[in-house]
């Protein structure tokens, strides 16, 4: 298989509509019912291959909690999800449902979120998983003082599992996250069906 090959197949699989609706029915006090949308975004849009992504909890899927913009590349054997913020971040809310709302993105407004690209490996045969980039650089924000974020993330063709976590960057305690252990997504809707070749020239 060649690099470009490897690289359409990850998208594909990166490309779908997951929800942790069993994960939030089974465990409702722990779990809230969240649904991800990683959308491919025309060729034209970014010139290269890239993501509209979204999350936001099910009651509420016009008030997405976060999104981005994602150019991928791949470097050597890691498949890198860059992240961009925007501007009119609340123009583009729902689009995971509507994509006709992406038509308002103003690429001239992406601005890259330093430290916080997403590296991912092929561990098995179309299973990946992805980390933040090393260096400990992509800070958010959380009551008043920046951590640093810890994200991981195990995605196939049908399941995506992910634990984020933010540590204070002079002692390294974690701040915020999961204390009830991974959210559990599993795919609902393939959104990678129409990717090709062409897509990554």
């Not at 939030?24 to 779990?31: E, G, H, L, M």
């Not at 924000?141 to 063709?157: A, H, K, M, N």
């Not at 999961?178 to 609902?188: M, Y």
Request: glycine share 8%; with cysteine; net charge negative.
């Amino acid at each position: 298989m060649s690099s470009k090959e490897a690289l359409l197949r990850f998208a594909k699989t990166l490309a779908g509509h997951y929800s942790n609706f069993e994960q939030s029915q089974d465990n409702p006090k722990d779990f809230a019912h969240i649904n991800i949308y990683f959308r491919p975004l025309p060729w034209e849009t970014l010139k290269g291959p890239g993501f509209y992504s979204e999350q936001s909890y099910d009651h509420d899927p016009w008030s997405p909690y976060r999104q981005g913009i994602h150019r991928l590349q791949q470097i050597q054997d890691i498949f890198v999800v860059e992240n961009f913020g925007f501007a009119d971040a609340l123009r583009l809310a729902g689009s995971g449902q509507r994509p006709e709302l992406l038509r308002s993105l103003k690429v001239e407004s992406l601005t890259p979120r330093c430290g916080c690209d997403m590296h991912f490996h092929e561990v098995e045969t179309g299973c990946y998983r992805g980390e933040v980039e090393p260096g400990h650089k992509c800070l958010v924000p959380r009551d008043g003082q920046w951590t640093y974020l810890i994200s991981e993330v195990d995605v196939d063709s049908t399941t995506w599992v992910s634990r984020d976590r933010g540590f204070d960057p002079e002692t390294h305690a974690q701040k915020w996250g999961s204390e009830h252990g991974p959210l559990k997504f599993k795919r609902v809707t393939s959104l990678g069906d129409s990717l090709n070749l062409d897509w990554l020239r």
